[in-house]
């Protein structure tokens, strides 16, 4: 390189920058190598969202309140607020919050097997509950049989104190009523009309 005083461009050292060149790129092959992480598949929720518990209740929120218990719903694995719920099942079933958790968005695909092994529990499941029904709906049935017969034994027992009541005659042989409408109050031996 020659170096003329008149030249006041700034030269370049290839050599130099050829060697830094090559250290990045050895540097940047290096992490490359390493193993990538490997994800869960995507399976399903064993929790149920609480969306409902602070429905309709007021907070008082100031400068010093923390994130967590500021408006809104809090992602304890996100630390992030999101304001409404429809958002907030946005974001717990995208991709950011599945990555924070440790899962792919890859879900297993199922073989024949597993497909024939939930027909089989969902089978069993709805039999059961067939059962249930089936017990309950006899249950049901007992019941309004029983209720139906104390109702009939209910009515006999007043048929019988009426047909009694109109069968009651005082000393005089008029029924009860009767002595009362014609003014007879019986003969003074009670004081039953008194």
Not at 7 to 35: G, I, S, T
Not at 77 to 87: L, Q
Not at 164 to 176: C, K, L, N, S
Request: hydrophobic share 25%; charged share 45%; with cysteine.
């Amino acid at each position: 390189m020659t170096m003329r005083p008149d030249d006041h461009r700034r030269k370049w050292d290839k050599n130099e920058y050829e060697k830094l060149a090559a250290e990045r790129l050895l540097n940047q092959v290096a992490p490359k190598e390493e193993e990538p992480v490997q994800r869960e598949n995507l399976k399903r929720r064993d929790y149920k969202v609480d969306l409902d518990s602070k429905l309709g209740k007021s907070v008082v929120i100031n400068k010093n309140t923390p994130t967590s218990q500021s408006g809104g719903y809090y992602c304890n694995v996100c630390d992030c607020v999101v304001k409404d719920s429809i958002n907030f099942l946005d974001h717990i079933n995208g991709k950011k919050h599945q990555r924070n958790l440790g899962m792919s968005m890859k879900v297993e695909r199922s073989t024949v097997d597993q497909v024939k092994e939930r027909f089989q529990q969902n089978k069993k499941k709805m039999e059961e509950k067939q059962k249930d029904y089936e017990l309950e709906r006899r249950l049901r049935e007992a019941k309004e049989e029983e209720d139906r017969y104390k109702e009939h034994r209910k009515e006999k027992r007043k048929e019988r104190k009426r047909k009694a009541e109109d069968t009651d005659f005082d000393a005089g042989g008029m029924p009860d009523d009767m002595a009362a409408i014609m003014g007879f109050s019986g003969f003074g031996g009670s004081k039953k009309n008194s």
